[in-house]
């Protein structure tokens, strides 16, 4: 590695060549995701559920709290919200988890222990208290592409079977 003025890099240290050339935007991935974020198989989403796109608050080193604090809310959602059973996190397409919804409520009504009161005080959007699903249906859905049931990137949910 490196020829005349390139330094080598320390014991431990990773060369900027092979940090990653997406290092910044996904941040450091377990093998597990490495392969959920590049090779996801397609499912199809039988139960109502309501996807959300958690594309710019998505983090691979989220604990399981902040990744269901950032998925419960708050979002624009209609009426149809009340049908759904399932809300599902998408990051670039790929399912990260599924809880259950247990209720809605109006956005910043409920408590938070890793969301500011800042960050989810938006008038007219809602917030659901849930638990995560089954792991059955964990098995059956996360590390799975939704690519297919999602709008694009305009829309952040996506009512399945509402």
């Given at each position: ?21 997406r ?18 198989r ?57 809880y ?63």
């Amino acid at each position: 590695v490196g020829g005349a003025g390139v330094a080598r890099p320390r014991l431990g240290e990773v060369p900027e060549a092979v940090a990653g050339l997406r290092i910044i935007e996904l941040g450091g991935m377990s093998l597990d995701d490495l392969l959920h974020h590049y090779s996801p198989r397609p499912v199809t989403i039988h139960e109502p559920t309501i996807l959300i796109q958690v594309n710019k608050l998505y983090r691979h080193d989220m604990s399981p709290l902040e990744l269901y604090e950032a998925t419960r809310g708050v979002w624009p959602l209609g009426t149809r919200r009340a049908t759904a059973k399932f809300a599902i996190p998408v990051f670039h397409g790929v399912i990260r988890a599924i809880y259950r919804i247990d209720s809605w409520h109006p956005a910043a009504s409920t408590p938070y222990a890793t969301r500011t009161k800042r960050d989810v005080t938006w008038p007219g959007r809602w917030e659901f208290v849930g638990r995560e699903a089954s792991k059955a249906l964990r098995s059956k859905y996360v590390g799975r592409s939704a690519e297919k049931h999602l709008h694009g990137d305009r829309f952040p949910v996506t009512y399945v079977n509402c």
